[in-house]
């Protein structure tokens, strides 16, 4: 079974240790998760933290070098400033939680987080389509008005025609600029929405199509990795290729797996493959990942292997990966039941008991 508190010697004072409970045999129960890595790393840069349990990735944010680690809270250690001015300030640099950004900041504007400023320019565009939805409105106004006006004018007998014959020219010289201006605006609409297309295509080509999934599948019992399928399709991979990966990894006789809540694995691909297959689906409680915590560990572990190394594909990602899983497997692994021995062995031991 997946662990149902916090792991042992963190719990509250005064309260009794928690022990985290595993299966009682290899291939009982699986451990799975999703994690997401860069088409192509140099060695150089740094592996970010990636999510994709929402159905989008979102990416950390690149850290600035040299930059020192701040947080809202430390401006309550500057002693010259007073209680009022910090509270104004820790409010500000609090406001992307709450979204109130009407007031006018009481200090120095300091430069938007990456989220602020996705959310800002969604809010910006979603205020130019009210605009603009209110501008096809009057001009409708507009034509109809003008409709009635040529309507009257042809209703006319030939002389009161020819009384109004000044009038009318300068009605449809008026309209004819009007016109104009419309095209005008229609043209700048085009514009701004080809420019806003291909921001979003942008967005997308940095958050989805140059990431590459990986499905990690961990033992729950020996930790052993029993493998580490790769998605190209990244951020987009679907959730009937993750129930395919599985069903060619799982164990024959497994009883239980366990993942977080991700929309990869709330899905009904993966609800047919447990009827099919007869085991059972275990989704974490929501904000408590130590429960899936095997996988999670296991995945840090990789990317800290990963780090140090280069690819520029998935087909050189996966002879590295290739190579991580039996060194993995092979290796002393402390958190097993007898610190030391590797998944491997351990596995082999319980299966000669």
């Known amino acids: 079974m997946p662990s149902c508190g916090p792991p042992a010697g963190r719990g509250k004072k005064g309260e009794a240790e928690k022990k985290a409970r595993n299966a009682d045999e290899p291939g009982q129960a699986v451990n799975v998760d999703l994690c997401f890595v860069p088409l192509a790393h140099e060695k150089e840069d740094k592996l970010p933290a990636v999510s994709g349990s929402s159905g989008h990735l979102v990416v950390e944010p690149p850290k600035v070098v040299g930059e020192e680690k701040r947080w809202p809270g430390q401006v309550f250690t500057e002693t010259e400033l007073s209680y009022e001015t910090a509270m104004h300030s820790y409010a500000q640099q609090t406001r992307d939680r709450l979204l109130r950004s009407k007031l006018e900041p009481l200090l120095p504007e300091k430069e938007p987080t990456h989220w602020r400023k996705e959310w800002e320019a969604r809010a910006q565009r979603h205020a130019v389509l009210q605009q603009r939805r209110q501008e096809d409105e009057d001009w ?92 190209e399709s990244g951020a987009k991979v679907t959730a009937y290729e993750v129930a395919q990966a599985l069903h060619a990894l799982l164990p024959k006789d497994l009883a239980f797996l366990i993942s977080d809540q991700g929309t990869h694995f709330r899905s009904k691909a993966l609800t047919q493959l447990a009827q099919a297959t007869g085991f059972v689906h275990i989704p974490i409680y929501r904000h408590r990942p130590q429960t899936n915590g095997i996988a999670e560990r296991f995945v840090r572990t990789m990317k800290e292997w990963l780090q140090d190394l280069s690819w520029t594909g998935s087909a050189e990602l996966s002879v590295l990966l290739m190579a991580f899983c039996p060194a993995y497997n092979n290796r002393p692994h402390q958190g097993l039941p007898i610190p030391g021995l590797s998944p491997n062995e351990f596995a082999n031991r319980l299966w000669l008991m």
């Open 140 to 231: 409708r106004t507009e034509r109809r008005a003008h409709h009635q006006i040529v309507d009257a004018y042809r209703a006319l007998t030939r002389r009161k025609r020819a009384e109004q014959a000044a009038d009318w020219q300068a009605q449809k010289e008026h309209w004819a600029q009007r016109e104009q201006a419309r095209l005008d605006v229609l043209a700048r609409r085009k514009a701004e929405n080809q420019a806003w297309h291909h921001r979003n295509q942008d967005r997308q080509q940095t958050s989805e199509r140059s990431w590459l999934a990986i499905l990690v599948v961990t033992d729950n019992c020996s930790r052993q990795c029993l493998g580490l399928p790769i998605f």
